[in-house]
């Protein structure tokens, strides 16, 4: 079970950086004038940007969602139908995602709803993939 919380905390930082990047080169590309910054410099602080958010976002999911997530998991274990089980996690993870940073960073929650919408869209992300390697694990068990 650990195992599969790591796979999908280490598909989420692939998936979040990536969309990050095409994002980012999207903006820079074709919204922004090239002329701002050169390429170079850019595609620097993109990396630098990259890494720091994974660093950040590792570091959190591993310390806060991954032991989360397992209380979810023990939470919802026992709900049928399935999609209400679905439903059920899913509002727990972005609640849990969404208040995550607010409760670490303390006080003025409110100047905290930026990096707090980020976290809820980890835990959306998260809770994507490990959805999707348990319908796989599913489908090899039963075959």
Known sequence: MLENKLMAMLLQLLTISTLFFIVSSFQYFFVESMSVEPVADFFKGLFFSIVMMSLYG???TLLYG????????????KIHPTW????????????IGFLGPIL???YGY???????L??????????????????????????
């Open 58 to 60: 590792g570091a959190f």
């Open 66 to 77: 991954i032991p989360l997530s397992y209380l979810v998991d023990y939470i919802v274990r």
């Open 84 to 95: 209400l089980r679905l439903l059920i996690s899913f509002v727990l993870y972005v609640g």
């Open 104 to 106: 670490v960073w303390g």
């Open 110 to 116: 409110l100047e905290r709803i930026p990096i707090a």
């Open 118 to 143: 980020f976290g809820a869209f980890f835990a959306i992300v998260f809770w994507i993939i490990q959805e999707l390697i348990r319908w796989r694990n599913r489908r090899i068990e039963a075959s």
